[in-house]
């Protein structure tokens, strides 16, 4: 059973270049969600998806952008990456609302450093 | 605003028991979770409390106070793989995540 899967799991990348994280899920979640986690700083919402065909700007959307065309798949792409938006990067589903049925189940995370 | 409050860092003791505390002021509230994060991995839920009391599982417990704001989660017979970092998270009015920074637990032999 793969649950969450994210790609990749490290990347080095240039300040301006294009990047898609990706992310998987085989769980059939309706919820879907992208976190960044930075030293001393709780996890933020970046993006959301409540259902395939629907998203959502979290805390922290700017310089990021998603699409939900089916259920399994949510990526996130940074359409011109900054040295700002070097994090840790989590995708996360659940079957409904988060806050509605409780847990969040998570992907390994996607390490991104901008240079 | 919105904020979730927890201490930065604790120690304890191998076998002894840990209480971690978590203050929280959101727009609105629609449970709050704990979740267990080891370093260089994914966090992984612990507990959920939408009522106030104590919720047992195991050796961790995790209680809610509502009108105070408050939570904690109560570690038991501490073992060395408990050695990781807590996350508090409460849900909001909108059943959006709104998540402390952590704590981050070193257990001692």
């Known amino acids: 059973i793969a649950g969450i899967t994210q790609a990749p799991t490290s990347q080095i990348l240039a300040a301006g270049r294009r990047m898609t994280l990706r992310c998987t899920q085989d769980?059939?979640?309706?919820?879907m969600y992208w976190y960044r986690q930075d030293l001393g700083l709780g996890l933020r919402l970046i993006h959301y998806s409540n259902t395939a065909g629907t998203t959502g700007k979290g805390e922290v959307p700017d310089g990021y952008s998603v699409s939900r065309a089916n259920t399994d798949d949510f990526p996130l792409t940074l359409a011109s990456a900054v040295p700002s938006q070097t994090s840790v990067y989590f995708c996360?589903?659940?079957?409904?609302?988060?806050?509605?049925?409780?847990?969040?189940?998570f992907g390994e995370g996607s390490r991104l450093t901008v240079l | 605003g919105q904020n979730i409050d927890q201490p930065t860092e604790m120690t304890a003791t191998e076998g002894a028991i840990v209480q971690i505390n978590c203050t929280y002021q959101t727009s609105g509230f629609n449970g709050l979770f704990w979740y267990q994060q080891h370093a260089g991995e994914a966090p992984t839920f612990l507990s959920y409390?939408?009522l106030d009391g104590l919720e047992e599982k195991g050796r961790f417990s995790s209680f809610l106070s509502r009108s105070k704001g408050y939570s904690y989660l109560l570690l038991k017979e501490l073992q060395m793989k408990d050695s990781a970092s807590y996350l508090c998270a409460v849900a909001d009015s909108n059943y959006q995540l709104i998540w402390g920074a952590g704590t981050k637990l070193i257990i001692k032999p």
């Open positions: 996360a589903s659940s079957p409904g609302l988060a806050g509605e049925t409780g847990e969040l189940f």
């Open positions: 409390n939408v």
């Open positions: 769980m059939r979640h309706n919820a």
